[in-house]
């Protein structure tokens, strides 16, 4: 599925080195790490992007030394009247808009899928960018259109501006920097203190990934237990004793009570669900088109057969084991359709004479949904 040879994309290293030796612990700089690559949208191109209401759009603004933030969708005339200088318009979730945007993602699928998060764009006017700052999560920043100086800081200082709408270092001090060409690409892992400045008109296309944090993966599991669990009992008190005082809530009550919460038990296996489900979950503005004129079973395996099948960019498929999560939905299959569905999962996409009856029923309802399409 990948376009793009691993052997530029990391430089002449394995994707075994690369995880051993930088990712998420140093830079990399990777000059044509994508040879004749330009970007599949221009200023244009990212501009209505920008003004769709299923993509997430940021423009952030330099005003007199204030940074300020605004959050599309946005109008197109606003963005066409943007001045000369001192702005940079960024899209998110491009991978579920540009089919190219997808398979660029899933060049990185050296790193698991689970991982991955999307894939932004930005577009600046020369000297435009987002400020000094730094990112929660790994990141790998491709130069599309033009050139970019990117300076980077292995500083622990990363205290930022109070008050500002963007997370802007208050001190940066720069430790090396170079500039970036069309192709070349620049990985940095979490935390790492990056600037990024256009020279002339820019784009920058950033992988991003993303790693559940312990507050939200533990809360997040609480509400499937709240969803799934289904106990049984009540509390009785046949040998209640008149209370000293009825305001008081009974020490029996309060201990039945603990003894029902640590009873609750669960298994690796219910992890796995709620994992699954939680990382295949669509995010909020994600909503899929089931097709307009749906074929039926007969005709859509014929069409499948001849032409395969793949996934729709915003679908996430992940899997453990047989069961499978096919976003937010799950479901546990024979070890024979499993083989099969791994390899949807991993390429996203079936040949045509890998499918048989079985497939063909799961992936037409699939297709119903608009989760996967023939060809
Ligand atoms: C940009 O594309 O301007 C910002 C990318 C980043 O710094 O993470
Ligand atoms: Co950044």
């Known amino acids: 599925m990948a376009d793009f040879s691993l052997d530029t994309l990391l430089g002449g290293i394995t994707p075994e080195r690369f995880l051993a030796e930088y990712w998420q612990k140093k830079p990399l700089l990777v000059r044509q790490a994508l040879p004749g690559f330009g970007g599949w949208l221009g200023r244009e191109g990212l501009s209505e992007l920008a003004c769709r209401d299923d993509a997430e759009s940021r423009l952030v603004r330099t005003r007199r030394g204030q940074w300020l933030l605004d959050h599309g969708p946005f109008e197109r005339e606003e963005l066409d009247a943007l001045p000369k200088k001192g702005w940079s318009l960024l899209v998110s979730g491009v991978n579920h808009l540009l089919p190219q945007g997808d398979r660029l993602l899933h060049s990185f699928d050296f790193i698991p899928q689970a991982r991955l998060d999307d894939l932004m764009v930005s577009f600046a006017p020369d000297g435009g960018g987002v400020g000094p700052h730094f990112d929660s999560y790994d990141v790998f920043l491709i130069q599309g259109l033009g050139r970019r100086r990117w300076e980077i800081s292995g500083q622990d200082d990363l205290q930022v501006v109070d008050g500002a709408p963007l997370r802007i270092l208050q001190r940066f001090r720069v430790d090396q920097h170079w500039e970036l060409e069309s192709g070349d690409m620049l990985y940095l892992p979490p935390r790492f203190a990056h600037n990024g400045v256009a020279i002339g008109e820019c784009m920058t296309w950033s992988v991003g990934f993303r790693a559940p944090k312990a507050q939200e ?141 079985s497939l063909l029923d799961l992936c037409h309802a699939w297709y119903l949904a608009g989760y996967l399409a023939v060809g």
């Open 217 to 357: 993966i533990v809360t997040q599991f609480l509400t499937y237990l709240q969803d799934t669990l289904n106990l049984d009992g009540m509390y009785a008190d046949p040998d209640l004793a008149r209370p000293v005082h009825s305001g008081e809530i009974p020490a029996d009550l309060v201990d039945w009570s603990r003894r029902q919460i640590d009873g609750l038990r669960w298994k690796r296996d219910h992890v796995v669900d709620f994992l699954g489900r939680y990382l295949s979950e669509p995010k909020a503005h994600v909503f899929f088109d089931p097709p307009r004129r749906p074929l039926a079973l007969a005709a859509f395996s014929a069409g499948a057969r001849r032409r395969g099948l793949r996934l729709d960019a915003r679908s996430q498929l992940l899997f453990r084991g047989r069961q499978f999560f096919m976003n937010g939905e799950t479901l546990e299959v024979s070890p024979a359709l499993a083989g099969k569905l791994r390899r949807l999962a991993d390429t996203r996409e079936l040949p045509g004479d890998l499918l048989d009856e």
